[in-house]
Nanobody
Framework: QVQLVESGGGLVQPGGSLRLSCAAS????????MNWYRQTPGKEREWVAT???????DYVDSVKGRFTISGDNAKNTVYLEMNSLKPEDTAVYYC??????????????WGQGTQVTVSS
């Protein structure tokens, strides 16, 4: 099993910045692609950003130029640096990692979610 623990959410004013972290722990796992999603009440979970094992990154259009996803393989951690935050960025943010445990097939693992609120 792989456990993901997120941190870094909170309340920030419009134009401000936050950095989310998501650390994976467990035994015998190998990480693949890492992603961030977000969800607001009454809406489906929205994909935000991806970093692939080769280092390539992709973002939903609404955050391009403002958010940066990065990974630290030594720490099994993925980050989401969020700048120039807008009220519409308010959501619960979830990290997602694809992982293989003891050589088994890759499957998805999710963090518990962290609230980001952008408000004056």
């Amino acid at each position: 099993q792989v456990q993901l623990v997120e941190s870094g959410g909170g309340l920030v004013q419009p134009g401000g910045s936050l950095r989310l972290s998501c650390a994976a722990s467990g035994s015998g796992f190998k990480l693949g692609e890492m992603n961030w999603y977000r969800q607001t009440p009454g809406k489906e979970r929205e994909w935000v950003a991806t970093i692939k094992t080769g280092g390539s990154r992709d973002y939903v259009d609404s955050v391009k130029g403002r958010f940066t996803i990065s990974g630290d393989n030594a720490k099994n951690t993925v980050y989401l640096e969020m700048n120039s935050l807008k009220p519409e960025d308010t959501a619960v943010y979830y990290c997602n990692m694809r992982a293989s445990v003891w050589g088994g097939p890759y499957r998805d693992y999710w963090g518990q979610g962290t609230q980001v609120t952008v408000s004056s």
